[in-house]
Each structure stands twice: as structure tokens, then as C-alpha cells.
């Protein structure tokens, strides 16, 4: 069955750096798009970004812009976010996403900013 599997969130404080991974099985990964979501409390899911299957071209959401970096490892069937120079703004349980038609969400890791 379809298993994605986020890790790598915590506590950073203001300007620190985190690397979440997202490790998926069930399903061929390499032929599909990814999407990394996140929820803050309180607040709608929103798509921070998004990789393609074929060029690697990506998307951002514009609060993560110059800070934040999507990639993919098709041959570990893994996704990454590099989130570099957190704000406490982007606290928040970040998802990994497949949608072939319908959405499939991992667990979720929590990622916390604050001093």
C-alpha cells in the first residue's frame, strides 16, 4: 500500500536551517510529481512547493521563495525540502503529497521556530 513518510522537523530557532525527507513506497515514485504542503494551527493546509517527475522543475509558494529548496532522489524514492533562514512563520506541521487523482498525505512532521 502507499506509505509516505515525513522526518527531519524540530525546534530551530529564528535564521536556523532544517532538512525534512519524505521516503515513499506503494507506488513508482519517479514517474510522478511531489508536493510538500503545511499546516500552521488554526490555518488552512497551504502547498509550500512542488517538484516535477521529468525536468526537476519546481514551484514555491512566494513566503518561501530564495529560502527554501525542493528535491527529489528518485533512486532512494525520496523527497527533500531544505529550509533555510526559518521565521517563526513557517511553524508548522509540514506534509508530503501525491495526488494521482486523489491526495495521499504522510504523518506530518512538526516543524517549530521560535527563540
Known amino acids: 500500500q502507499v506509505q509516505l513518510v515525513e522526518s527531519g522537523g524540530g525546534l530551530v530557532q529564528p535564521g536556523g536551517s532544517l532538512r525534512l525527507s519524505c521516503t515513499a513506497s506503494?507506488?513508482?515514485?519517479?514517474?510522478?510529481?511531489m508536493r510538500w504542503y503545511r499546516q500552521a494551527l488554526g490555518k488552512e493546509r497551504e502547498l509550500v512547493a512542488a517538484?516535477?517527475?521529468?525536468?526537476?522543475?519546481?514551484i514555491y509558494t512566494d513566503s518561501v521563495k530564495g529560502r527554501f529548496t525542493i528535491s527529489r532522489d528518485n533512486a532512494k524514492n525520496t523527497m527533500y525540502l531544505q529550509m533555510n533562514s526559518l521565521k517563526p512563520e513557517d511553524t508548522a506541521v509540514y506534509y508530503c503529497?501525491?495526488?494521482?487523482?486523489?491526495?495521499?498525505w504522510g504523518q506530518g512532521t512538526q516543524v517549530t521556530v521560535s527563540s
Open positions: 503529497n501525491w495526488r494521482p487523482g486523489k491526495n495521499y
Open positions: 506503494g507506488f513508482s515514485f519517479s514517474n510522478y510529481p
Open positions: 517538484i516535477s517527475s521529468t525536468d526537476g522543475s519546481t
